[in-house]
């Protein structure tokens, strides 16, 4: 009497592989569609995103929780689209008005408002924070930052006009911009974009 064959182990891993995207993949195609409204582009990160999970599957660490790690990698996959959308360089962002022209335009960076209810809702957010976290900061660090940053000037001009020194100005923008910067990053991740 001949012994029962020995399972393939790599039978098995592929028909866990199969099942695992079976299980998941309904869910994680919602999640995709509830974030992107274009429904080709959702179908797109849905498979990029299965494909790497093919790809990690197959190294030799496993995943630990694999329903969290496909939902982080998708996430990062709708960052990542919505990211090169608004990759322009400012330049090419500053839009001139009839009243100034010239004028930097802060809000082109921000979400758009035709990108959905999400993005509307983001944009204001991050608007009112900006606000708040520009008000938060000392009179001198506010004034070069704008100045700067939304007015375009250069430090050689704003130290000439105040009589501060280039390097004075340059570290008054520096905390300006961490604080900014720790203050939106705290709104951003609560917005979960």
Known sequence: ?????????????????????????????????????????????????????????????????VSAWLFRVARNRIIDVFRKKRELPLAEDAVESDDDPGEYRLDLALPSYDAGPEAVYARSVLLDALQAALDELPANQREVFIAHELEGRSFKELAAESGVSVNTLLARKRYAVLHLRASLQTVYDELDI
């Open 1 to 65: 009497m001949e012994p029962p064959p020995t399972p393939d182990p790599m039978l098995e891993r592929d028909s866990d592989l199969t099942a695992t995207i079976l299980r998941e993949r309904s869910k994680l195609g919602h999640f995709i569609r509830r974030r992107v409204r274009d429904p080709s582009e959702a179908e797109d990160i849905l498979q990029d995103v299965l494909h790497e999970f093919v790809q990690a599957y197959r190294l030799p660490a496993p995943i630990e929780q």
